[in-house]
């Protein structure tokens, strides 16, 4: 599947040259002369990445640059004039990926292209969530469901429970769950008993006997992928009620 770009620029010139080069490139291109064409191009085609000239005759390239951050959808790169760092940076804030300043070589534009399309394409190759019949981790969200209630857990909690899933039922010792899991080298193993432990009497049914974070004697521990507990056994009605945290936004960078 081709990878679609959208210009938003307001020379026609320029916009046509640039979508020529990217067409050799091999990309499908939609061009745009304003902001109000621009977003209505964003709607029609869902572009991966979006070409944002700073000065449109309808309104600032950084408005649209703002809006199109807030879809959460596509990559964005500003062309400007302005050269100077608090433009830059003001740029960068709007939400904007890349910031390339006019007059610029085709081929440096070219190579940040392909760039920003290269880091799409290994962030969409990273699954977003993890699920497992009643278990769900959210790693955008960076939450947990389980039989469809949140359950609150610390971020040292939710790393250790991805590393574990992620692990595919393979056991894990406790120095690679430390040194996978855990931000900062620490060399107490028993760090990890003690979050384990926390962990457990968070989403296990019963905690002394736990079927989604298993033991493994003398290696460490392993997360069972078949969630064997029986439908019977209510989690909601062992719980208390927890509100969903604050959803954060998923960053982009890789």
Not at 33 to 40: E, K, N, V
Not at 239 to 253: D, E, G, V
Request: aromatic share 6%.
């Amino acid at each position: 599947m081709s990878t679609h770009i959208s210009i938003v620029e307001s020379n026609p010139h320029l916009r046509s040259l640039l979508g020529w080069h990217l067409q050799q490139s091999g990309y499908v291109v939609s061009q745009s002369a304003s902001l109000q064409q621009g977003r209505d191009a964003f709607y029609r085609h869902q572009p991966t990445l979006v070409i944002i000239d700073s000065d449109l005759p309808d309104g600032d390239g950084l408005e649209l640059s703002h809006w199109l951050f807030q879809q959460q959808k596509s990559l964005i790169l500003l062309l400007s004039a302005r050269s100077n760092e608090q433009d830059i940076v003001r740029g960068l804030k709007t939400g904007a990926d890349d910031y390339l300043t006019k007059p610029f070589g085709m081929q440096e534009f070219l190579a940040r292209v392909e760039a920003l399309v290269r880091r799409m394409r290994l962030s969409s190759s990273v699954p977003l969530s993890m699920e497992c019949k009643d278990l769900k981790i959210d790693l955008a969200q960076r939450r947990v469901q389980l039989k469809g209630s949140f359950i609150e857990l610390t971020p040292q909690e939710f790393s250790l429970l991805y590393v574990l899933a992620q692990a595919e039922g393979n056991s894990l010792s406790r120095s690679e769950l430390l040194q996978r899991a855990w931000p900062d080298a620490i060399d107490n193993p028993r760090t990890v008993d003690t979050h384990v432990l926390s962990l457990r009497k968070k989403i296990e049914f019963n905690p002394r006997q736990p079927n989604i974070i298993q033991t493994v004697r003398n290696i460490g521990y392993r997360f069972n992928p078949e969630l064997v507990e029986p439908e019977a056994n209510s989690l909601d009605n062992n719980l208390p009620a927890i509100a969903p945290p604050k959803m954060t936004r998923f960053s982009r960078q890789i």
